[in-house]
């Protein structure tokens, strides 16, 4: 692909489809210093054709396309023949979501963060790593994140940290340097069909990773193993099975949290603490120390970073799908404890409006936990949206049973019908925003 010269872009101009990325991607180019321009059609047109020649401000004002712009959509297949013959600059400063990061990543030491479950923790965990060891990494997430006052944290040196979905179109555009995989179970229902052409994008994607590229992988996860038997690269793997080259265990809960010790090669590298509740959480913990080692990372700032961070409460400017901008509480409410803070947040702000619960499932197997979180907070909550992506019709007929103010959508894109009616609210509880 071309990239493009970050430094030299003034304007940015997003365009067509909804895109998890996207406002992570406006987040790095705000922070930059380029101005931001958001058209909120869902599907781009022929009529839109404007928009990559002369596009129209709020104000009426009417700004040509220049070398120093770049219009982002959210995917390749969004421009077809008939939209790029009616524009009028040239396609090369035309770029999807996809291209932007793989610009971000160009010439960077890269680690990307993959699997249908904890990528976001493990990109989270990895970055701040990175971070409190002064390595002033870039990386990006598509969850709101406390330490970064943002879904990115915009460093400037030549490490990134990325978490990506599987969808095709990232999977076949970012050529990172290195992939910490999670878990493989099922995700993406819409592009692939079946668990099989899931597993396989994974295996393609790390088969494409550069010769001196390596794999961290989660070998409690059948799957996971699987796929790592038919990758050339250097393979480090983690977990707790006593196979694992770096194996964690744990040695029990505190005030401070879980406690937990963790093994290289059999021997003991070190003892911490974690303030995440789960176990599952222990196992990431073990990839970002081993991602962590590999690119050189000293052990104390590992250890402090994994002690410190969490996925906390962040008041601020939440833009979703570029239909209303609000002040509003958001809480990344992956964790239990999470969800007491944030009523206790509410008491003593001694707030009256209520709150909106958004959650993001793709097995069923997640549905009697978001049964159990809607019970907890049912006194406090306007409405409730499960973006069951893969299991909507299970999650339709269990969850609206006993919950009237329940919504079940297939997608993001549904969300939006039902955000234009939310009245005044205090905050939003949820796993994606």
């Not at 993406?188 to 099989?196: K, L, Q």
Request: charged fraction near 20%; include cysteine.
């Amino acid at each position: 692909m071309k990239y493009f010269d970050i430094e030299q872009v003034t304007a940015v101009w997003f365009v067509g489809k909804h895109h998890r990325y996207r406002m992570t991607v406006a987040e790095v180019f705000k922070r930059y210093g380029k101005q931001l321009y958001i058209q909120t059609n869902e599907v781009l047109t022929s009529d839109d054709a404007r928009f990559f020649s002369r596009i129209s401000t709020s104000s009426g004002e009417l700004r040509p396309c220049t070398a120093k712009t770049v219009v982002v959509v959210s995917a390749q297949n969004e421009l077809t023949d008939e939209v790029i013959e009616k524009a009028r600059v040239s396609t090369e400063y035309i770029v999807t979501i996809a291209q932007v990061i793989e610009t971000l990543r160009h010439q960077k030491n890269s680690v990307v963060t993959i699997g249908t479950h904890g990528k976001t923790t493990t990109a989270v965990l990895l970055g701040y790593c990175l971070q409190q060891a002064d390595y002033d990494p870039l990386v990006l997430t598509d969850t709101t994140v406390g330490q970064f006052a943002g879904r990115a944290l915009v460093g400037g040196s030549a490490y990134m940290v990325a978490e990506l979905d599987a969808s095709r179109e990232l999977f076949e555009t970012i050529q990172p340097t290195a992939a910490l995989v999670t878990t493989i179970g099922y995700g993406n229902p819409d592009e692939y069909t079946s668990v099989r052409e899931y597993t396989q994008a994974f295996i393609s994607f790390l088969r494409a990773l550069p010769e001196y590229g390596f794999v961290v992988a989660n070998v409690d996860d059948n799957r996971v193993q699987d796929v790592i038997t038919q990758v050339s690269n250097k393979i480090i793997t983690y977990g707790t099975v006593p196979s694992a080259e770096w194996r964690i265990e744990s040695t029990g809960t505190t005030d401070a949290g879980q406690s937990f010790r963790l093994y290289h090669l059999q021997n003991l590298w070190g003892d911490g603490v974690t303030q995440l509740p789960y176990s599952h959480d222990l196992v990431y913990i073990a990839g970002v120390v081993a991602a962590a080692v590999t690119l050189g990372v000293p052990q104390d700032s590992i250890l402090r970073a994994i002690k410190s961070c969490t996925f906390g409460m962040l008041l601020y400017t939440m833009r979703y799908s570029d239909l209303y901008t609000r002040e509003v509480a958001v809480v990344n409410s992956q964790h239990p404890h999470i969800l007491e803070n944030s009523i206790a947040y509410m008491r003593e702000q001694d707030m009256t409006q209520p709150i909106v619960l958004v959650y993001e499932i793709t097995t069923a197997s997640e549905i009697q936990y978001i049964a159990d979180v809607f019970a907890r907070l049912s006194s406090h909550v306007l409405q409730s949206v499960v973006i069951a992506s893969g299991c909507e019709q299970e999650a339709a007929v269990y969850l609206q049973q006993g919950h009237e103010n329940c919504i079940v959508v297939s997608s993001r894109a549904d969300l939006e019908e039902y955000i234009a009616d939310w009245p005044p609210i205090a905050m939003i509880i949820s796993n994606t925003f």
